[in-house]
């Protein structure tokens, strides 16, 4: 493996995690508590399964650059636009969901910390991008 090859490997397992974390609450949660799901996720500008379709985008991207099929440079840039708009959404959407709506959604204790790692994939998605255009000497 090419050490240019590295970062974009790491941001694609990034970026899956991100969508593992952002479906996780309908696999792991009961039946009767999941209509509550959606309450919990239209809150801020977009929730996280909508912006699920950027970090589809960003592997797509990722592996582009990776195996060459783009130019690595062009993909690098445009991953990091892309990953910092995702992780700013993220946060702003995390921020603007209260208390009460997460824990009025069960008992479930690692929902309290849920959209913290989801604020925490979509950084390390940002933080590989920015490592990628690192390791193709772009700044």
Do not use: K, N
């Not at 609450?25 to 996720?41: D, K, Q, S, W």
């Not at 592997?59 to 440079?73: K, N, Q, Y």
């Amino acid at each position: 493996m090419r050490p240019e090859q590295r970062p974009p490997t790491v941001g694609i397992v990034a970026a899956l995690s991100y969508v593992l974390v952002a479906f996780a609450p309908y696999v792991l949660l009961p039946e009767t508590e999941t209509p509550g799901l959606a309450i919990y996720y239209d809150y801020g500008i977009a929730g996280p399964p909508f912006l699920t379709l950027l970090v589809v985008v960003a592997v797509v991207l990722f592996a582009a650059g990776r195996e060459r099929r783009t130019e690595p440079d062009f993909v690098a840039g445009l991953v990091i636009v892309l990953s910092a708009v995702l992780s700013l959404l993220v946060f702003v959407w995390a921020l603007a969901v209260p208390e009460s709506v997460v824990t009025g959604l069960g008992e479930a204790l690692w929902l309290e910390y849920h959209r913290w790692l989801l604020l925490l994939s979509s950084l390390a998605t940002f933080a590989c991008s920015v490592w990628y255009a690192r390791a193709l000497s772009l700044f």
